[in-house]
């Protein structure tokens, strides 16, 4: 990482942990700051989790749970 240049005003891209609140899955994000979804979670339909996702609706638990067929697979 040492050719990166400091830049406060730019997002930082880099690895995050997947969006989906439980995949344990690794990919890149824009901005470090907002993990986005890994590229499976994405193609399954999962929503990104976050406290504001869970505040703004009456969505229950179940509603973040990972779509993927492999997300409780026990590989
Ligand atoms: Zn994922
Ligand atoms: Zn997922």
Redesign the pocket.
């Known amino acids: 990482m040492m050719s990166v240049t400091l830049n406060k005003q730019q997002p930082q891209s880099g690895y995050t942990g997947?969006?989906?609140r439980d995949?344990m899955?690794t990919?890149v994000s824009g901005d470090v700051t907002k993990p986005e979804?890994?590229g499976?979670?994405e193609d399954a339909g999962?929503e990104s989790f976050t406290v504001e996702a869970m505040q703004a609706s009456d969505v229950t638990a179940g509603h973040f749970e990972?779509q993927?067929d492999d997300a409780y697979g026990d590989e």
């Open positions: 997947c969006a989906c995949c899955d990919t979804l890994c499976l979670c999962c990972c993927r």
